[in-house]
């Protein structure tokens, strides 16, 4: 079954950085999409950044130029460097792949929309 788990959140004042990991496990070959969405308290969870198993990436407009994306493919792992943190970005961090293919031994399967158990980031002095 395939699994995604993150790490890195944590308490950062402003400007400061983090750098969130996300590895996905479960006899992969491949992910086609992987990102990062995020749910502050009372709001719905959106999407910060994406990344295409071609190096393509995508950004929310809050967090251009301060969060870079970037995977992995051989390790399966996708990250998150934040930088210049504000408050504003405090949230809890959410992990997505979409389209992961995998073999267990006896049957290729196709997983969609799969989702890490969140890590929380708190920017605050």
């Known amino acids: 079954q395939v699994q995604l788990v993150e790490s890195g959140g944590g308490l950062v004042q402003p400007g400061g950085s983090l750098r969130l990991s996300c590895a996905a496990s479960g006899s992969i070959i491949d992910i086609n999409t992987m990102g990062w969405y995020r749910q502050a308290p009372g709001n719905q969870r959106v999407l910060v950044a994406t990344?295409?198993?071609?190096?393509?990436?995508s950004y929310a407009d809050s967090v251009k130029g301060r969060f870079t994306i970037s995977r992995d493919t051989a390790k399966k792992t996708v990250y998150l460097q934040m930088n210049s943190l504000k408050s504003e970005d405090t949230a809890v961090y959410y992990c997505?792949?979409?389209?992961?293919?995998?073999?267990?031994?006896?049957?290729?399967?196709?997983?969609?929309?799969?989702w890490g158990q969140g890590t929380q980031v708190t920017v605050s002095s």
């Open positions: 997505y792949a979409d389209k992961v293919r995998s073999y267990d031994g006896s049957y290729y399967r196709t997983t969609l929309n799969k």
């Open positions: 990344i295409s198993i071609g190096g393509s990436t």
